[in-house]
């Protein structure tokens, strides 16, 4: 039964019977290689290699290995802010 008829060479007016289950079969093939590439690309340990390596690459220069220098004053500005916004918070709770 294999005609190896693919969707787009057949007609439903002049294909018979076995092309198109053969047809059907292969659009299904083809309908469960997508999906199983899709559920792979959207694994969690596959979207959290990607996270860390995406980080990792914004932090550290592909070449040389060094840590960029902006990323870690941009880090060490963050960490200053937040304390500032945690002491000014809590200085007005006390204050009220």
Do not use: F
Not at 2 to 19: E, I, L, M, R
Not at 38 to 49: D, E, I, Y
Not at 81 to 94: E, N, P, T
């Amino acid at each position: 039964m294999t005609d190896n008829v693919y969707t787009s060479d057949v007609t439903v007016d002049s294909a018979s019977p076995s092309q198109l289950a053969e047809s059907i079969r292969l659009r299904e093939e083809r309908i469960a290689d997508n999906i199983d590439e899709l559920v792979g690309r959207v694994h969690p340990k596959v979207l959290a290699t990607r996270a860390a390596n995406k980080a990792k690459y914004s932090v550290v220069e592909e070449e040389s290995g060094s840590v960029k220098s902006e990323a870690v004053a941009l880090g060490v500005g963050v960490v200053l802010g937040v304390a500032a916004l945690i002491v000014g918070v809590s200085g007005r709770s006390k204050r009220g």
